[in-house]
């Protein structure tokens, strides 16, 4: 039987494949709540195209992903696989490039394995065997210890009745650190701190699993620290997201924990 990981990183791919071909074509676009959360049927293809992949080799096995009836939580117990068939759907309804479909097996609510892939870049981070990879290259987090020197990027949606905290959070990163970035993809975000282009990835707000499991375990096999709001390990549960390659996390830390402050 094919392994968990390699069958995770097939699954992205596959997905990744269907969503490409509706990528800059003329797709219906949904609106789930918000105006700018949207949802098109190429998602609902390449999450279904992941799970047939998952289920020819482990049927039965919990699956929790974005789009239709699936679980919303991860069990704590047993195998599971989280899946974001298109991580970034609103750079994809536009035309940008930013934007991932995303696997990862897990085991007890952990990441063992998995992969997002990035059609329209070119890239697939993988992890595998407890180390993070970029098509194949083993990856390590920033060596950069200055918080001046460092790229922070705040990351998932602040609803426009929480548009106080996004201005926060921007505020505080451009007040501490070297400079702010942002793509629209989590995933795709966590895989660059796990590849040192990025020192941070920080949101105050409670994040789905689909958009972060896989990406933290990139960043911690990396060599990077991801923590809650508070400190502590993160979950997928967890209240907020601090990831950083761990050379002044206190520093990424407190930054956020300013913005809860002014909750």
Partial sequence: METRTDCAIRAAEAGAETAARSFRTDIAVETKGEKTDVVTQADRDAQRRVIEVIGAEFEGE?????????PGSVPDEGP??????IDGTANFVRGVGVWTT???????????GGATVCPDLGDTFRLESGSAYRNGQQLSVSERSDPESFFVVPTIWWGFDRRDEYTAVCREI?????????????????GLCAAGAVEAVVT????????????????????????DINGNPWRHDSRGLVA????????????????????
Avoid: K
Avoid at 204 to 227: C, F, Q
Avoid at 244 to 263: F, K, Q, T
């Fill in 102 to 112: 995303s696997v990862a097996a897990t085991v007890g609510g952990t990441p063992v």
């Fill in 80 to 85: 599971a696989w989280i899946v974001d068939p």
């Fill in 244 to 263: 950083s390659n761990g050379r002044a996390h206190d520093a990424v830390l407190d930054a956020v924990r300013e913005i809860v402050a002014e909750d």
């Fill in 174 to 190: 451009v007040e501490r650190f070297g400079d702010m970035r942002r793509f629209g993809s989590a995933q795709f975000e966590l």
């Fill in 62 to 70: 919990p699956v929790v992903g974005e789009e239709d009836e699936t």
């Fill in 204 to 227: 105050n707000v409670r994040a789905n699993p689909w958009d972060t499991v896989l990406g933290v375990g990139l960043v911690r096999a990396a060599g990077g620290t991801v923590t």
